[in-house]
C-alpha cells in the first residue's frame, strides 16, 4: 500500500509541501528567538532551603529567603517565579558555631545565575542534646460533689527532651495537664507532655519523646480507715479468762460522705460466742454494716484468734 501511495504524484507533493513548511517555521523560529534580547532580573526572597544538616545538629540561625540575580531571553525569565527557583545551602562537614556559605540555585533551563544577594548566607548551628526530664502532672478542675481524688499514676514517669543546649537551659520542667472538672469516676487518659519554663511558658522548637503520656487518676467518695473490734459475748468457764484477742485485719476502710463519716470511729464484726470457753477459739466473722450511707471496702471475712488461759 505504502508502495502505490508513493507513485502517486499528488500525494507525494502534499507530504513535500508539509514538510516544507514544517522546516520553514522550525528555521524561522529559531530566528525569530535569537533576536530576542537578554535581560537580568533580580528575584527577591526567593525561599532559601538546607540540606546535608548533621542529625547531632540544630540550626539557630539561617535566613528565610535571599534574593537571587538571574540573566536569559526576556521571554523565559519574564515566565520565571521565585517557586521556580530552588535556592540552598549545604551545611555538610560543618561543626557547632557560626558559618558563612556561599549559596546555589536551581533554575530553568536556558537561564543562568548571576548572584546572589548577599553573595553568603550566615547560619548559627548548635549542637543537640536529650536529657531524661520527670514528668510534673498539673491538675485542673474540681471532681464532682462527694468525690475526692487519689494518688494519680503516670506511665511513663519520664521523657526526653530533645534540642539545642541553649533551649534546653532554659527548660525547667516537662509538663502534662489534667482536667478533672466534674469528675465522679476513675478516669484514664492520654495526654502530652510540654517542656516549659519557671514562668511556665511553652519552649518552642523542642522534641518531647514520648509526646503523649498514659494518666489514671482515681476518683471515690471520701473514705476512712477505722480499726476493727469484734464483741465478745457470754463469759469463759469458770477459772478460765481472755488473755487476748487478735484480729486480721486490724483496720479497715469505709466510704461514704464527709459528715456520715465523721461520726464512725470504729468498724464491729457480729458477736464471737465465748460462752464456757475453756481453750482458744479461731472464728471468721463478717463485718456489721456501717450506719447511713457508708460502705466497707473489704468484702471478705475478719480472722479472730481468741486467747482462753486459766487464771
Known amino acids: 500500500m505504502m508502495e502505490r501511495l508513493l507513485k502517486n504524484n499528488t500525494i507525494v507533493k502534499v507530504f513535500a509541501f508539509f514538510l516544507a513548511m514544517m522546516l520553514w517555521v522550525y528555521v524561522t523560529g529559531d530566528a525569530l528567538r535569537a533576536n530576542i534580547p537578554e535581560i537580568t532580573r533580580t528575584f527577591r526572597n ?38 521556580n527557583i530552588r535556592a540552598s545551602v549545604s551545611l555538610e562537614g560543618l561543626s557547632e558555631g557560626q558559618h558563612r556559605i556561599f549559596p546555589t540555585a536551581e533554575v530553568p533551563r536556558g537561564v543562568r545565575v548571576l548572584s546572589f544577594v548577599p553573595q553568603q548566607v550566615a547560619v548559627t548551628l548548635e549542637e543537640v542534646e536529650s536529657p531524661q526530664k520527670p514528668i510534673v502532672l498539673e491538675i485542673t478542675g474540681s471532681p464532682a460533689d462527694g468525690f475526692v481524688m487519689g494518688e494519680p499514676q503516670i506511665l511513663p514517669g519520664a521523657v526526653f527532651v530533645r534540642g539545642p543546649r541553649s533551649l534546653l537551659a ?142
Open 170 to 311: 532554659r527548660v525547667e520542667q516537662a509538663r502534662a495537664t489534667v482536667d478533672v472538672d466534674g469528675a465522679d469516676g476513675d478516669r484514664v487518659l492520654m495526654v502530652p507532655v510540654q517542656a516549659v519554663d519557671a514562668a511556665g511558658q511553652v519552649i518552642n522548637n523542642l522534641v518531647v519523646n514520648p509526646e503523649m503520656v498514659e494518666i489514671l487518676i482515681p476518683f471515690s467518695k471520701p473514705q476512712k480507715t477505722v480499726p476493727i473490734r469484734v464483741p465478745l459475748s457470754g463469759e469463759p468457764a469458770a477459772g478460765y479468762v481472755v488473755r487476748q484477742v487478735t484480729i486480721t485485719p486490724a483496720t479497715v476502710t469505709l466510704e461514704g460522705a464527709e459528715e456520715d463519716l465523721a461520726i464512725i470511729s470504729e468498724a464491729v464484726t457480729e458477736p464471737a460466742n465465748i460462752a464456757n470457753a475453756t481453750e482458744n477459739i479461731i472464728l471468721e466473722l463478717s463485718l456489721s454494716q456501717p450506719a447511713g450511707g457508708v460502705s466497707s471496702l473489704f468484702a471478705g471475712k475478719v480472722q479472730v484468734e481468741i486467747v482462753i488461759q486459766q487464771q
Open 46 to 83: 526567593v525561599p532559601l532551603s538546607w540540606l546535608n544538616l548533621d542529625e547531632r545538629l540544630e540550626i539557630m540561625n539561617i535566613p528565610v529567603g535571599i534574593d537571587v540575580v538571574l540573566n536569559g531571553r526576556a521571554d523565559l525569565i519574564n515566565e520565571i517565579t521565585p517557586e
